[in-house]
Every structure is written in C-alpha cells, then in structure tokens.
C-alpha cells in the first residue's frame, strides 16, 4: 500500500499537480485527437498508435498491449521504479517537497541511485571548473577549439577536463562521499594492494553521459597525451549506468528527433558531438555496443532510423545485426555508408552541414545495403549461386514483419538476382515452413496479483456512477457494496462512496490496485464512460438485475436446504423453509411484475 511509504494526502497533491500529457510527452511523441492524445506504444512494438492518453482523467491506455494506468503506473512500468519511486519523482518535477519519512523508508537501491545521481552531477560540475578555469586546461581548450566545439557546446555538454593528477577528484570528494561509493561509480579504482585508491580519469577530456531525462550517470574520458593505452576510457557500469540501455546525446537531441520525426545513429562521442555543434541535431551515438532491445524502447515512436557506420568488416557485423533486431521491431532502417578514411565528425567538417543532411535525406535501406554485399559473394550468372544467395538473403526478408513490404522486397530481390517472382517466392516459403522467426510478445506484466474480469453487469453499474456522480448518493443506501459479486467492484463502490465529490477519483482508484492485473482493466473501464447513454437508467436497470440476481440465489439456497430437510425428514424446518420460499417469490413478484 502506498501509505506505508507516503501519506496519502502527499500522493494525491503530487498527483493533482502532474500534467500526465507533459510527462509522457517526454517518452512518446503525442499528437491531440479529440479529447484525447495518441501516439505509439512504447510497450510493444506498433506502428499504428494505439496508446491514448486523456488528460481529463490524467489516465493513459495501449489498446494494443493492454498497459494502462496513471502517471504513476507509467513512470513504473517505463522506468521500473517501485511506486515510492514514482511518486518521489513526480514530486520533484511539480515542486512538491515530500517529508524526510519518505527518505528514510524508501528502497536501499532507490537512496543508493540518488546518492550516485547527485555525486555524478557535482563531478561533472567540478570538471567542468577545471576546463573552464584552471591553467592547465589550455591544451584541452585549444584542442576543442580545433574541432569547432565552442563555447555553447561545451556548456551543451557539459564538457569538463580531469587534472593530471592521480588523486585530486579523491581528494576533493572523499571529504564528502564515502570511498565506497566512490569506488562503486567508478569515479575511484582501488590500489591492486589494497592500500587505498586512486582516480580513474587523469588528463582527459571529460564528456558527461546523460540518460535520456539529462541526469549524469557516467563519464568518457578521452585521453590528452598521444601516447595514452587507451584514447577513451568509459565509466564501468554502475546501479545508474548500463551501457544497453544508452544512448550517447539523446537528452540534448531528443527535441529534434521529435521534430523531424528522425534520428540518426553513429558510434563515437565526438561522431555525435561535432555534427550536432554544425547544426544537424536529431543526432545520437550508441556506447560502443550493436542496438539493444533497450535501445529499440528509446527509438520505436521514431519515424525515420538512419544508421551511419563504416564499411569495414565491423561495421558491416554491426549493421547486420541492426538491421537484424530493427526487422523484427517492425522497422525498415536507412543507412549512410562513410566513405573510407572518414567518420561523420570529418564528414560534416569537409562537406558542410548542406551536403551532410543531403546525404541524411537520401539514404538508402539498411537492407538494399545489406543484399547488395551479399550478392556480392557471388557469380548471380550460375544458378547454384542464385540458389545459395537467396538461402542467404530471404532468411533477412521473412524477419519482415509487415507482408506487403516482405512481398516487395522478394520482388526487388528477384530483379537482382535475375530470376523470376514466382521462383523466389517458392523458395522463400520453403525458407519460411522450416525455420519461423518468432516475433517479440506484446508486453506482458510479470509477478502481478491475477484478478478474474469484472462481470459485465457490474462494468455497467460503474461506468454509470463514473459519467454521473450525482447518481452516487442515491443508490447509497439501496446498494451495500457487499451485495456485488467481484472484490474489485467492491472497492470501488466503496471508495466512491468516500470520496464521490473528489475529481481525480479514477487515479485514486487505480492507486488502490498497484501491482495486480486489474489495473489495465480499470484504466480501461475509466476511459470507456462514452458507451453509457442514459446513466441514470443504466443504474437502475443494474440494481434491478443485482436485486433479480441476490433472490434467484437465495432462492436456490432456500431450494437447496428444503431437499436436505426432506432427506432428514424434518418436517417443521421444510415448513419453515417454504414459507420463507414463498414470501421471497412474493417480494420478486412485487419487484418485477
């Protein structure tokens, strides 16, 4: 229950406060349809919207998936924070200050988290001096004045310098923090004998990592000295910081992404950094890793994915395995293949901003790339060849979800490889019989309370009361909520009882429910009110069949117990029970005619 961990008058003030629509516009780009918002689900993979958010009733909704909930609900099911967490973060965004119980009951993780957030932002603040301020920065300065990083952009990104030194952050933040998590942010490594520990990050260009709400959860540093083991160094991962779920540059790009409806994907923090400083913004760089399904989370609402990578042998394994998760997400990613020698920060600097986003404009498909290296491999002229090149490329085209495009695409595939449709299509179905890709699930709620549906009767009774609350206090004392059949519309009935007059009495109601099944069908429910026409009727045509319903019950109890009595030949209690039988069918005759 949410009280153990914060009053319930706090939760419903943050609550009442939070702008659902705002929020979750921060996650999914939204579009207003009418009274409500939709866009794409980011719980399962979609490409016609079908989650709606209505901010008449601060309530969201995936007709797809069956997520639903409030801005609660959604900050736990996107970012798996209990629901302390939740509420904690919410408070922050509208200004509410939560007592210092909420502090000091939260989840040990939850106060580790925030303790690593907090020393992470005060370390960028501190490198940054360093660049800024100190001396010894100058070399650091000028290097960045080279690559046409300016003044704004390093303020953008929080751009910083680590003295060389191998103690001074120790130093500064031990009086502070404790060794320990120090060590665990990896801000510190421990001495190989024990004795203690020194900085990780020495003469290196700091570049703060960000997660996609601007939080600092990490660092890359790259080195100063020509003669460095390693030109960058990362951050290790950290209870904040997970390399799969990142991507470099998104906070600062996301404004853009959302308004281009494109993102373009590169590999390297400057790769990122220096095209963004030219201009071409909608710009992001994974952690030196392939696209995770982590990733696909952040980039699923997004129209256009434009991978640019290398064509070497790396960057040729790493585009066949985007292109490999991206196909089964439903997406059809495009690519820009840097020419040899360059990357997309020297690309920009020796073509200009015009020719790069030109360049962007007209990317081809991932997979025409893709086919095209294929095809490649062999003589198209000998039909053994044809025959081993298409075992090699329909396997890519059946992980298409969408069948029209997949018919296309064994077409194009057919004209390149100089054989007829009909040919091809027989042996992509061969293909398609032996080996299936299973597409991913749509999303499911793991270790919920399992609830069984509300009966439909009962749906009615309160979607009625909910389209008009007037009605409440008149069936107050015709209806005891014992008398419905389902322990949730118990609930309800009973907090509508309490708290008929409240406005946000759907949200208090789905706070009741954290964590069980019947919190989508509730959310469901709450955003279904249109269907009732009359509700005065509607509800007393629920209460007549819930009445109609108790005396057919009582009536077979009573039938029930007058066949017991006439098997233990108890005359004065069959008596007893017909006539208590006849004044019940007297009492529903009264009622229904």
């Known amino acids: 229950m949410a009280s153990k961990y914060i009053p319930d008058d706090l939760i419903n003030a943050v609550r009442q406060q939070a702008d659902i629509v705002e929020i979750i516009s921060e996650y999914v780009p939204l579009e207003h349809t009418g009274k409500n918002y939709k866009g794409l689900c980011p719980f399962h993979k979609e490409k016609t919207p079908s989650f709606v958010v209505n901010p008449d009733m601060q309530l969201f909704k995936c007709y797809g998936c069956g997520v639903g909930g409030n801005v609660f609900t959604f900050l736990m099911q996107y970012e798996k924070y209990t629901f302390p967490e939740a509420v904690h973060v919410v408070a922050q965004r509208v200004g509410i200050s939560l007592s210092s119980t909420l502090q000091q009951q939260t989840s040990p993780e939850y106060?580790?988290?925030?303790?690593?957030?907090?020393?992470?932002?005060?370390?960028?603040?501190?490198?940054?001096?360093?660049?800024?301020?100190?001396?010894?920065?100058?070399?650091?300065?000028?290097?960045?004045?080279?690559?046409?990083?300016?003044?704004?952009?390093?303020?953008?990104?929080?751009?910083?310098?680590?003295?060389?030194?191998?103690?001074?952050?120790?130093?500064?933040?031990?009086?502070?923090?404790?060794?320990?998590?120090?060590?665990?942010?990896?801000?510190?490594?421990?001495?190989?004998?024990?004795?203690?520990?020194?900085?990780?990050?020495?003469?290196?260009?700091?570049?703060?990592?960000?997660?996609?709400?601007?939080?600092?959860?990490?660092?890359?540093?790259?080195?100063?000295?020509?003669?460095?083991?390693?030109?960058?160094?990362?951050?290790?991962?950290?209870?904040?910081?997970?390399?799969?779920?990142?991507?470099?540059?998104?906070?600062?790009?996301?404004?853009?992404?959302?308004?281009?409806?494109?993102?373009?994907?590169?590999?390297?923090?400057?790769?990122?950094?220096?095209?963004?400083?030219?201009?071409?913004?909608?710009?992001?760089?994974?952690?030196?890793?392939?696209?995770?399904?982590?990733?696909?989370?952040?980039?699923?609402?997004?129209?256009?994915?434009?991978?640019?990578?290398?064509?070497?042998?790396?960057?040729?394994?790493?585009?066949?395995?985007?292109?490999?998760?991206?196909?089964?997400?439903?997406?059809?990613?495009?690519?820009?293949?840097?020419?040899?020698?360059?990357?997309?920060?020297?690309?920009?600097?020796?073509?200009g901003v015009e020719e790069f986003q030109r360049v962007i404009e007209e990317a081809p498909l991932l997979l025409d790339f893709i086919r095209a290296h294929i095809i490649k491999k062999y003589d198209i002229n000998k039909v053994e060849h044809q025959i081993a090149c298409a075992k090699e490329i329909l396997p890519i085209i059946l992980k298409i979800q969408s069948e029209a495009v997949r018919n296309i695409q064994i077409r194009r595939t057919a004209d390149w490889l100089r054989v007829t449709d009909k040919s091809l299509m027989e042996e992509f179905k061969k293909i398609a019989e032996t080996g299936k890709i299973q597409f991913l699930p749509r999303a499911q709620q793991q270790g919920q309370e399992r609830y069984l549906p509300i009966p439909r009767l009962e749906q009615?009774?309160?979607?009625?009361?909910?389209?008009?609350?007037?009605l409440i206090a008149d069936i107050r004392t015709e209806l005891d909520p014992q008398e419905v059949s389902h322990p949730v519309t118990r609930k309800v009935l009973e907090t509508l009882f309490i708290f008929e007059d409240k406005t946000d009495f759907e949200a208090k109601v789905l706070d009741?429910?954290?964590?069980?099944?019947?919190?989508?069908?509730?959310?469901?429910?709450?955003?279904?009110?249109?269907?009732?026409?009359?509700?005065?009727?509607?509800?007393?045509?629920?209460?007549?069949?819930?009445?109609?319903?108790?005396?057919?019950?009582q009536t077979l109890d009573l039938s029930r117990k007058v066949r017991d009595a006439q098997e233990q030949r108890n005359d004065d209690t069959i008596e007893r029970f017909l006539e208590q039988k006849n004044r019940d069918l007297l009492k529903k005759k009264q009622h229904y005619g």
């Open 111 to 351: 106060s580790r988290k925030k303790k690593l957030f907090q020393l992470h932002l005060e370390a960028a603040q501190y490198f940054s001096r360093q660049l800024l301020h100190n001396d010894q920065a100058k070399p650091v300065r000028e290097y960045l004045q080279r690559r046409g990083i300016d003044a704004k952009m390093i303020e953008t990104f929080s751009l910083g310098y680590a003295l060389p030194d191998w103690d001074d952050l120790r130093k500064t933040f031990l009086v502070k923090y404790p060794a320990e998590l120090l060590l665990q942010s990896g801000l510190l490594i421990k001495k190989e004998n024990g004795s203690g520990e020194y900085d990780r990050f020495r003469n290196r260009l700091m570049i703060p990592i960000h997660d996609h709400q601007g939080k600092v959860i990490a660092f890359g540093g790259r080195a100063m000295e020509h003669d460095a083991k390693a030109k960058y160094l990362n951050s290790p991962e950290s209870p904040i910081f997970h390399k799969a779920n990142t991507l470099f540059g998104f906070h600062q790009a996301k404004d853009a992404i959302r308004r281009t409806e494109t993102i373009v994907i590169v590999e390297g923090y400057f790769d990122m950094i220096v095209p963004y400083s030219h201009g071409v913004q909608n710009i992001v760089a994974t952690m030196g890793t392939a696209l995770t399904e982590q990733h696909m989370r952040l980039l699923q609402h997004v129209k256009n994915v434009i991978w640019m990578f290398d064509a070497d042998t790396a960057g040729i394994r790493a585009a066949f395995r985007t292109l490999d998760l991206m196909l089964q997400y439903g997406r059809e990613p495009r690519s820009v293949i840097l020419p040899p020698g360059e990357d997309p920060d020297s690309l920009v600097r020796k073509v």
């Open 460 to 470: 009615y009774l309160l979607k009625a009361l909910l389209k008009d609350k007037r």
């Open 512 to 553: 009741l429910f954290q964590g069980t099944s019947v919190q989508n069908d509730l959310t469901d429910l709450f955003l279904d009110l249109d269907e009732i026409i009359d509700p005065a009727r509607t509800v007393q045509d629920c209460l007549r069949q819930l009445r109609q319903r108790r005396f057919e019950h």
